[in-house]
């Protein structure tokens, strides 16, 4: 136990390297389902859950990184969730292109339409563009420019992006809620952590 | 053109079965994923169905290859993924097996399947398959028309309505263990509907039994109606004088309503409904009212607010 609470900087950016090639892991499949046909009879939407499914599990696991730090006292879990909130915004940019030009092949109308209509759309567009700002400030020269405080508090978006998610798959499935319904367990328990902590915080200050 | 279609060469043969498992014989050994694919033919090819090419309804249109027929489909009594019914669907005994008839009619009967294959004559119709969720295919059915069936049962003068009821067997049909649907599920047609000559009843498909994953051995077809109208795997069909209410109006009143025509103007209420993808194609192609066969079936409609009677 000890021996993991502190990492050297070459154990951590090999567990860096780790993490990143088994993010890539559901974007590797889906490229070799596509060039042997292994993408079953509608690939389009078959690309589309699995880019958006692997979105909201890299948020989830990306915010079990600060629970799992104050529960383990791993200081060094906070360096691997950098590249764990990248990996997510890969996901979702990748969801999101293979709405534009797979789904709907540039056709603006039909988007904007969608947009306004679909409620589930018209969640998870926004939730994709607040993950912009995220992703954009996430290396150490912007982290210095907006200064640590202002930085958190722009990161904090990351709660409401992970509520759009699991709200955006909800209304999008036909009957079967089970899988949405298990991303809103996992999001309700990480965000509640938080709560708990603020709120105990609190208490320890009064 | 259409009158000079040789009515003697069936569909299935110009695209034959064999094209189809030799691609996909291809394919499975080119990813190395399947000894199956090794296999001679005959250990799994399924029992053959005769038809005759009903010439009336052989559709212009390429049709789905067989193996994205038979492997993506919804039929939610073996789970609620499209791949699902493939996987699942071989614990379905689908002999022996039994049709009974009855509610509002004169002769009720309990039918045996292999009766009901010799009622009337088997044609092999190709029709468009739209479902709600906006993809579509195109499928080869065999069958005869549910109207052969209905004149034998003599419906009285209150039969308005005609309901199918599928097989509940949580044993056999491992999806109905969630209770994700009420079960078991039914679906509904007006009378006229039902006696409509493109209402199909279904034994097979591509010249061959139905696969129990498209629901063996005996099923509905309303090509003009969104796909979770077509019951399958049905033991019960029942005339009433009530609209009976389907297990997608019981799951989602305001989704899914009794008629449910393809309508690529109403919308079902969280997508649009004006655009398809044809499994196999990239591009999206418009929804036709009615999938399409507005020409036969519009008039059954006519002075009904189609927004209302979705």
Known sequence: ?206 | MRDKIDTRILPSEITSREHYTDRRRFMQMAAGVSAAGLLPESLWAADKLPATANQAYLLDEEKTPYKDVTGYNNFYEFGTSKDDPARHAHTLKTRPWTVTVEGEVHKPKTFAIEELLKLAAMEERVYRLRCVEAWSMVIPWLGYPLSELIKQVEPTGNAKFVEFITLQDPMQMPGQRSAVLEWPYNEGLRMDEAMHPLTLLTFGLYGEMLPNQNGAPIRIVIPWKYGFKSAKSIVKIRFTEHQPVSAWMKAGPSEYGFYSNVNPEVDHRRWSQAKERRIGDFFKRPTLPFNGYADQVAGLYSGMDLQKYF
């Not at chain 1, 789904?103 to 994709?128: A, C, E, H, L, M």
């Open chain 1, 1 to 206: 136990m000890i021996a993991i609470k502190k990492l050297d900087d070459k154990t951590l950016s090999r567990v860096k390297t780790i993490i990143f090639l088994l993010a890539l892991i559901p974007f590797v499949r889906l490229i070799i389902g596509g060039i042997t046909d292994g993408l079953g009879a509608n690939p389009i939407e078959k690309i589309t859950r699995s880019t958006g499914y692997w979105t909201l599990t890299l948020i989830m696991v990306t915010l079990g990184i600060t629970p799992l730090r104050k529960l383990t006292g791993w200081n060094w879990l906070t360096r691997t969730r950098r590249m764990l909130g990248l990996s997510a915004f890969f996901y979702a940019s990748l969801h999101f292109l293979t709405y534009l030009v797979l789904d709907q092949f540039f056709d603006w109308n039909g988007i904007v339409k969608d947009i306004i209509k679909r409620p589930y759309i018209t969640v998870g567009f926004p939730s994709f563009l607040l993950l912009l700002p995220l992703a954009i400030t996430s290396n150490n020269a912007l982290i210095k420019k907006l200064g640590g405080k202002r930085w958190r508090c722009l990161h904090r978006l990351v709660y409401v992006v992970g509520v759009g998610g699991v709200v955006h798959y909800w209304w999008l499935v036909k009957k079967d809620l089970t899988n949405p319904m298990t991303f809103a367990v996992v999001l309700a328990v990480l965000l509640g952590f938080r709560v708990f902590y603020w709120w105990r915080g609190r208490q320890a200050k009064s």
